[in-house]
């Protein structure tokens, strides 16, 4: 996450975790002249339509009035999903052996992107297998790393 969005989440959270959830990772998506900033919201027991909306009511009303974001923007707030993106160290190394599609901000032996299984985290580098090569990828490199669910 960047330093506006590491903002966002310091402010965001003591009013998300009294609402009984915790923020699994913020985003802002600048879209031409529109910006979005997304909410990811989670718990226990998961999320749903409810909580979304008590959390996004909350969360606007504290924005509003902190005015941490200076033009317009558009508040999403989600669940991870099944497919969910990972912000943090400790939400990678907790999703060791899942299936990940990971993409860098520069490549690394060449490449941007790799699909693999998550096999954790060592010294700040993500530890991805695919097939029979091991990658260690640093954290501060990778742009956007997603879990891939597998259905059997």
């Known amino acids: 996450m960047n330093r506006k969005e590491l903002q966002v989440e310091?402010?965001?959270?003591?009013?998300?975790?009294s609402?009984?959830?915790t923020i699994w990772g913020v985003e802002f998506l600048n879209q031409g002249k529109h910006t979005k900033l997304?909410?990811?919201?989670?718990?226990?027991e998961g999320i749903d339509v409810d909580h979304c909306a008590a959390v996004s009511r909350h969360v606007s009303d504290l924005l509003d009035v902190e005015e941490v974001i200076s033009s317009a923007y558009t508040l999403?707030?989600?669940?991870?999903?099944?497919?969910?993106?990972?912000?943090k160290e400790e939400q990678f190394a907790d999703s060791a052996g899942e299936q990940v599609d990971i993409r860098l901000n520069f490549p690394f032996e060449g490449r941007k992107k790799f699909v693999g299984v998550l096999n954790g985290v060592q010294d700040s580098m993500a530890v991805v297998q695919i097939e029979d090569e091991?990658?260690?990828l640093p954290l501060e490199n990778i742009q956007k790393a997603r879990v891939v669910p597998v259905f059997d």
């Open 10 to 17: 310091e402010l965001l959270a003591p009013t998300v975790e």
């Open 19 to 21: 609402l009984g959830c």
């Open 38 to 44: 997304r909410l990811y919201i989670d718990r226990d």
């Open 76 to 87: 999403e707030v989600s669940s991870p999903g099944m497919d969910r993106l990972l912000f």
């Open 134 to 136: 091991e990658f260690l």
